[in-house]
């Protein structure tokens, strides 16, 4: 007997009835009526459509499945038949129905047992180990009844003016906003705030879930703690959700924890640019940054089993979206590429399909980035533990479902007929894709920040501290090599001019009376007069060398800061510039992971600046420091919490990078044109073409570098 017809044999003769403590209720899903059950001893739900539908609401404990199934319809072909078969058992291994005899009986009950085990065996999981406390529905009902009024029509309408008016708020407020980003994150002894902030935050996102449950008649049996990636969150049961028929209330339970974090976040944002700086402005900041990027990044995310997630899945009517995604994508590649004709397809309903392959497509490769996003973090955070936890992760992601697929291809009785043709193609494909990894070469590049900069020529210093006294051309004005620009006033010099000048004039006056009346002391005040002369022709030079003059012609930018007349300057402090379209050039840094493919060849060079980002400029690498140090060319590039350069965080070495980096020097064309100096670039360095494994395997060591100092 073929194998396909064993499930039905042997349900076929069977009496399943269903259990008590099961719910069975039906539901029209995409204009078709599924029927979803609930066991609510062990919480699992499940849902059946078609033939297998109608069946099931026939099982009364006495007639055979067989007779049930030719009332029904008589004329179900083979593939009919054992999807009913297969129905019928995922139901009873569930607890949902009993299959009739004591085998069947023994085998749910230890199914049974196995699922109320369930909290125990996710300890095996050390990267989600969720830990019930408590029963929470009795205290839900009586704060049910207070806050009713919060779950009414109105109150969601004002609740999402609020929330609206406060986005409108904080895009006003966005550049204070990232200042204070940047604050935050260049002050670690501030972030406690953040770590008070962000389990009150989720107690009240998990407390609306609860509550709005109970205002739409639901119940809450379970809450208690999720140790997330090593991070204590708060949660609740919420799986009492299926029973409600209406969409939207499903859809307004899963964003009820979203509306209450965002408006904890937009009271937190209003406190803040409400009250002076202090303790409380700081809470409140941390409220809202807090609230608003967990929303987004983790809550908002369909990618991620939580609140979009619940909300996507009932937008589109398709509960279970995420496992039916996978079995779908599983379902392609056994079905057309290792052959396997007899699976039948999980797509049920119009329009699942597209829906199906895009999300698993998607939230598998999402899946992959944050797994990695996260190792490296654990590592990195937690040397010992946190490598420990990385290396389950990547063996949960990476390793085992290798080994799993190597185990189906050996031993699966799906491959019986075709293991020849599986094997070969599965050892096709995989050399197929590591040689499109590892041997077809594509461009690589590295990518830099820089500064505009001239020529230290064209650069214009303070030649002594002291006043500036005087400016002789104006901000953009052209002038020639040698031309004057300002002049620096010394005091002490100038004083000491005037001074030389009277003792000259006394001199002067003393020798023309000794030649009258004491011809003898004349020849020593001559050479007193030459000695003072020659201090005024010094000191003269001296005051010449004051005046600043252009080393080569151009445009003159001075710095506002230092070009008022009076202004106090130091000995070599920049005073501007003469922009010279010959000599501008691009000072740019590297990361020292990037260095050694700069150090290798750079093909060419593409410049971005900022002031015309559409526009590509052709660059060509003049210099390059044969050393690393911790030094920036601008304080432009430095990173303030967000982009740039990291810096050490301390004032007065505000230009000092944490971690080494090599200085560029990159001349741009002639006829190139700038607003002014110190612009920012954005420089992409071309090299020789490499295998995206050996950029891969090039980053990801680079990223273990900077992570683990390796």
């Avoid at 079995?327 to 597209?354: A, D, F, H, K, W």
């Avoid at 070599?572 to 990361?591: C, E, Q």
């Amino acid at each position: 007997m073929s194998i396909e017809y064993t499930q039905w044999d042997a349900v076929a003769d069977l009496t399943p009835s269903r259990l008590p403590g099961v719910e069975f209720v039906e539901q029209d899903v995409r204009g078709e009526l599924w029927l979803f059950t609930h066991n609510n001893v062990t919480g699992q739900h499940a849902r059946i459509n078609a033939m297998a539908r109608r069946v099931v609401l026939d099982l009364d404990g006495v007639t055979t499945v067989q007779i049930i199934l030719e009332n029904l319809a008589d004329d179900c072909d083979a593939e009919e038949r054992e999807a009913i078969a297969a129905s019928l058992i995922a139901l009873s291994q569930l607890g949902m129905i009993g299959l009739g005899d004591e085998h069947s009986n023994l085998r749910i009950q230890h199914r049974v047992k196995e699922l109320n085990t369930q909290k125990v065996s996710s300890w095996h999981n050390p990267l989600a180990i969720r830990i019930p406390l408590l029963d929470p529905d009795k205290c839900l009902d009586r704060l049910n009844a207070s806050c009713k009024p919060l779950l009414s029509r109105w109150s969601l309408w004002l609740f999402t003016a609020f929330l609206l008016s406060s986005v409108g708020v904080a895009a006003l407020s966005f550049s204070d906003i990232l200042k204070q980003i940047a604050v935050v994150a260049n002050t670690p002894q501030q972030w406690w705030q953040l770590l008070i902030v962000y389990p009150v935050l989720k107690g009240a996102h998990e407390l609306a879930h609860a509550v709005a449950i109970k205002r739409f008649g639901g119940s809450v049996h379970e809450a208690g703690i999720t140790v997330l990636v090593l991070m204590p969150v708060p949660y609740v049961d919420a799986t009492d959700i299926w029973r409600f028929k209406s969409r939207f209330k499903r859809m307004l339970v899963s964003a009820s924890g979203m509306i209450a974090e965002g408006a904890l976040a937009s009271v937190g944002l209003i406190i803040w640019l409400s009250v002076e700086p202090g303790l409380l402005a700081d809470l409140g900041f941390a409220i809202a940054l807090t609230g608003s990027v967990s929303t987004i990044v983790l809550n908002a995310n369909p990618l991620l089993k939580f609140d979009g997630y619940q909300i996507l899945q009932d937008a589109l009517d398709m509960p279970n979206l995420a496992p039916r995604s996978s079995r779908y994508i599983i379902y392609l590649c056994r079905r057309y590429i290792l052959g396997v004709q007899s699976l039948r397809s999980p797509v049920t309903g119009r329009g699942e399909r597209r829906w199906l392959c895009s999300y698993g497509l998607s939230a598998g490769i999402y899946r992959w980035l944050i797994t990695l996003t996260i190792a490296l973090y654990l590592a990195s955070r937690y040397p010992v533990l946190g490598s420990v936890l990385a290396a389950f992760a990547l063996y949960q992601l990476g390793i085992k479902p290798i080994l799993n697929t190597a185990n189906y291809l050996r031993s699966s009785d799906e491959l019986n007929a075709t293991r020849p043709r599986a094997v070969l193609t599965t050892v096709g494909l995989v050399a197929a894709v590591a040689g499109v990894i590892f041997l077809v070469p594509v461009p690589t590049h590295t990518r830099a920040e820089g500064v505009i900069d001239v020529s230290h020529q064209a650069q214009l210093f303070a030649p002594q501290t002291g006043e500036l006294a005087e400016v002789f051309v104006a901000q953009g004005e052209s002038v020639e090599v040698g031309e004057p620009i300002l002049r620096v006033k010394d005091l002490v010099l100038t004083t000491r001019a005037a001074v030389l000048e009277s003792e000259l004039d006394v001199l002067t006056l003393q020798y023309q009376a000794a030649l009258i009346n004491e011809p003898v002391a004349a020849p020593s005040l001559r050479q007193d007069m030459k000695d003072t002369r020659n201090a005024i022709n010094q000191i003269s030079e001296s005051l010449s060398e004051l005046i600043v003059r252009a080393s080569v012609s151009g445009v003159v930018s001075l710095n506002s800061e230092n070009s008022q007349i009076g202004e106090y300057i130091t000995a070599g402090s920049s005073l501007g510039h003469v922009v010279n379209s010959k000599d501008l050039r691009v000072k740019a840094v590297v990361r020292q992971r990037d260095i050694s493919r700069v150090e290798e060849g750079v093909r060419s060079i593409n410049i971005r600046l900022a002031e015309r980002f559409e526009d590509s400029i052709e660059g060509v690498l003049s210099q390059q420091t044969p050393a690393a140090n911790r030094l920036l060319p601008s304080q432009a590039l430095a990173g303030r919490g967000y982009g740039g350069i990291p810096v050490a965080s301390s004032e007065n070495q505000g230009w000092e990078t944490i971690d080494p980096v090599f200085h560029l020097e990159i001349d741009l064309p002639e006829d190139t044109s700038a607003v002014g100096i110190g612009g920012r670039a954005f420089i992409t360095l071309e090299h020789r073409p490499e295998s995206i494994g050996t950029r891969s395997w090039r980053a990801l060591r680079g990223v273990l570098i900077d992570q683990l100092a390796l």
